[in-house]
């Protein structure tokens, strides 16, 4: 199964997932000074990330990483896990934004 389709459109959640991690790492930023937002990282390593940050920006940036292998040589249990770990992002991302409204 050729990935000509597939990069292009995950490249595209990617922009938007780097887009609102900026403004959900500014927004912990925030928190965090106001003496909240106390936690270690925002993923674990079950949900099938290597990163460990309280911020979103390094776990997309390791999204990035694994597009690019994506690009290089098809495989498609990273193909699964990459759109696994995307979607749980982009989930988590809206989720907290409409929790900061609050």
Known sequence: MPYGNVIPQLKTNLQTAYRQAVDADA????????GHAK??????????????????????????AAVSQLEQAEDQALLESVVKRLGLILMTLAQFKEQSRG
């Open 27 to 34: 927004k912990l930023d925030q928190l965090q000074q106001a």
């Open 39 to 64: 936690f270690s990282k925002i993923f674990s390593a079950e949900q099938g990330f290597t990163t460990q940050s309280t911020r979103f920006l390094p776990y997309v940036k390791e999204l990035a």
